[in-house]
């Protein structure tokens, strides 16, 4: 099993970049592939990105292409979802999540593992 600790989140203008990092702790860590998730209020959790156990492979939904980025560092127990060109539509609580499964998946019930949580929103 592993425990998953998100930080990076805050308030952030229209157009700006946010760096989310999620720590593990687990010795396994690098036997999972690893996810990303948002929701905001009233909504369901969505796929944003995941990435295989070894970072050969990433898989990202259509509304954040081009603009997020998901990355690992297993060396350091580390996922990350660097956040460009932010939008009002990008607010959200952001997940991230671990999968035991031996194929990339993008439906929150294929994820074993949750993150707190992080919060992303908009600068008055």
């Known amino acids: 099993q592993v425990q998953l600790v998100e930080s990076g989140g805050g308030l952030v203008q229209a157009g700006g970049s946010l760096r989310l990092s999620c720590a593990a702790s687990?010795?396994?860590?690098?036997?999972?592939?690893m996810g990303w998730f948002r929701q905001a209020p009233g909504k369901v959790r969505d796929f944003v990105a995941a990435?295989?156990?070894?970072?050969?492979?990433?898989d990202y939904a259509e509304s954040v292409k081009g603009r997020f980025t998901i990355s690992r560092d297993n060396a350091k127990n580390a996922v990350y979802l660097q956040m460009n060109s932010l939008n009002p539509e990008d607010a959200a609580v952001y997940y991230c999540?671990?999968?035991?499964?031996?194929?990339?998946?993008?439906?929150?019930?294929?994820?074993?593992?949750w993150g707190q949580g992080a919060q992303v929103a908009d600068s008055p």
């Open positions: 990435i295989t156990w070894d970072g050969g492979s990433t």
């Open positions: 999540a671990a999968s035991t499964g031996w194929r990339v998946r993008t439906r929150p019930l294929d994820y074993n593992y």
């Open positions: 687990g010795r396994t860590f690098n036997s999972y592939h």
